[in-house]
Nanobody, 116 residues
């Protein structure tokens, strides 16, 4: 599984950004896609995840401001982030998790910077 992440960048507080992640894979195993993030000096934390049947999970710090979606036919997940805050500044990593065997695959980190 290879992941191609896109999006991110610099935005002012209150603004919006959209991240995308495309998985190149031939596997048809049950999977979950999502994002984690890591800010300087902080632990990595879950941003959001979504299963193939659309079940979502959000980190407490982003609930109500972030929406994750996916297109199973295109093996693509998207993360719409609104009302961004300076504390959302971090490197965001998309992932693809195959539940059988608990295999994790990671995309290249995407920098999101929110200026105050």
């Amino acid at each position: 599984v290879q992941l191609q992440a896109s999006g991110g960048g610099l935005v002012q507080a209150g603004g919006s950004l959209r991240l995308s992640c495309v998985a190149s894979t031939t596997t048809s195993s049950i999977n979950v896609m999502g994002w984690y993030r890591q800010a300087p000096g902080k632990q990595i934390e879950l941003v959001a995840s979504i299963s193939e049947n659309g079940e979502t999970n959000y980190g407490d710090s982003v609930k109500g401001r972030v929406t994750i979606s996916r297109d199973n036919a295109k093996n693509t997940a998207s993360l719409q982030m609104n009302s961004l805050k300076p504390e959302d500044t971090a490197v965001y990593y998309c992932y693809y998790r195959i539940l059988a065997g608990d295999y994790w695959y990671w995309g290249k980190g995407t920098q999101v910077t929110v200026s105050s």
